[in-house]
């Protein structure tokens, strides 16, 4: 931003900076044009006591002219056109300024019974009215010391032109440009820290932003909203699918591997499995160790129960098998699926996850180790959903362990 005139070197956020300080004094300024409404009004009532007829008639036809400029000012405010253009503050002070002319005028004429002198009733009136226009230019300084200008040129070259003493001329001219003065730094300074606000609020947005989607890359925007309202987010699902991931004789290649050489296949080999989750529709939960726990039909999933996890597999596999070829490392992974009933929630207080549990959890890591490597085991209940989509093995009797004699289907790949 400049020193004198401040802008935004973005032009949406000075757009935006804009329309913001505008909508946000509109309320001030029509709250201005009300009181100065009400004291023409009062003016109105009063001068008929003070003033002869024809001064009277006068006097009312410039503050009503004045007024129905003002009025157009007040419903002009509302609109979104001012909001958008603030160009408008221009031709719209331009008309007040004449109406602010005509009123003084209708007043200089009664100077005998006022008591004013015509430069000093010219004085007040453009006092109140340059101090009226440092508030209603809003985000607009530029156009304001514009107008300033001008209106400073206008009571100079009328000042000068009348038949009073150089020392009232120098007198009158010094008041009304220290009026001036006061108020244009009074509209700089203003919009100065109407602009280090709005800029600080935009980067404490920036920065809400980047921590919700933190906070969504951890956590599913539904429960995030949970526990932002302060809710316990405790869920049950009586049919989920979980899909549970393992690098086969991954001990024998951390002995065998630089621990740098070996980081760097389990992130290549996780992120070939975010990308397959995130293909097919199905919710990472996390990774232990090199294994990697997925679920189809919880909280954060778009894919539906066992069809999606076996895709998921299948794909996961081709991923690993181009994996290991590209690294010359012999890299396999078992995989196991089973369907059936989970709770899922949000527990403690630091490093929140969305978590599942349940026996369903222990089935499916207990049918990965049933796997051959390459392969892929599911339970029956996953077979039901599936078969119509893949040729499995006939079904086998297997003791798990936790888990007792289980009917495990290894998939034909």
């Not at 008591?115 to 101090?131: E, R, T």
């Not at 009933?341 to 349940?358: C, E, K, N, Q, T």
Request: charged share 15%; proline share 3%.
């Amino acid at each position: 931003m400049g020193v004198l005139f401040q802008h935004f070197p973005d032009s949406e956020a000075e757009r935006d900076f804009v329309r913001s300080e505008r909508a946000d004094r509109a309320p001030a300024i029509r709250a201005l044009i009300i009181i100065a409404i009400a004291t023409l009004g009062s003016y109105i009532v009063m001068n008929p006591m003070h003033f002869p007829r024809a001064g009277v008639l006068v006097y009312t036809a410039a503050a009503l002219a004045f007024i129905a400029i003002l009025l157009g000012l007040f419903f002009v405010t509302k609109t979104e056109f001012y909001l958008a253009r603030r160009w408008i503050d221009l031709p719209l002070f331009v008309a007040v300024l004449l109406g602010m002319i005509g009123l003084t005028k209708a007043l200089i004429d009664q100077a005998a019974i006022t008591g004013f002198p015509s430069h000093v009733m010219a004085l007040i009136q453009m006092g109140i009215l340059v101090i009226f226009a440092s508030v209603a230019f809003a985000g607009n300084v530029f156009l304001f010391f514009l107008w300033a200008a001008g209106v400073l040129a206008l009571f100079s070259a009328w000042l000068f032109s009348l038949p009073v003493s150089p020392i009232g001329k120098v007198y009158a001219l010094t008041n009304f440009t220290t009026f001036l003065i006061f108020a244009l730094y009074f509209n700089w300074e203003i919009d100065r820290r109407a602009r280090g606000v709005f800029a600080a609020n935009r980067a404490l947005v920036a920065e809400r932003r980047k921590t919700e989607e933190l906070l969504y890359n951890v956590l599913p925007r539904e429960v995030a909203a949970r526990l932002k309202a302060g809710e316990a987010v405790a869920d049950a699902f009586s049919d989920l699918t979980v899909t549970f991931v393992d690098i086969v004789a991954f001990s024998s290649l951390a002995q065998r591997l630089s621990p740098g050489h070996l980081v760097t296949l389990l992130n290549d080999f996780f992120s070939a499995a975010d990308d397959c989750a995130d293909r097919h529709g199905i919710e990472k939960v996390k990774t232990i160790g090199d294994a990697y726990l997925a679920v189809a039909g919880g909280m954060a999933s778009r894919g539906l129960g066992g069809e999606a996890a076996l895709r998921f597999a299948r794909d996961l596999i081709e991923k690993v098998e181009a994996l290991a070829e590209a690294s010359g490392i012999d890299l396999q992974v078992r995989i196991g699926i089973h369907t059936g009933p989970v709770v899922g929630g949000v527990i403690g207080s630091s490093r929140l996850a969305y978590d599942y549990w349940g026996d369903t959890m222990n089935i499916a890591s207990r049918l990965q180790h049933a796997a051959p490597p390459g392969g892929i085991a599911v339970s029956e209940a996953t077979y039901f959903q599936t078969r119509h989509m893949q040729d499995y093995e006939p079904a086998q009797t297997t003791l798990l362990k936790g888990v007792g004699e289980t009917a495990i289907h290894i998939a034909r790949l």
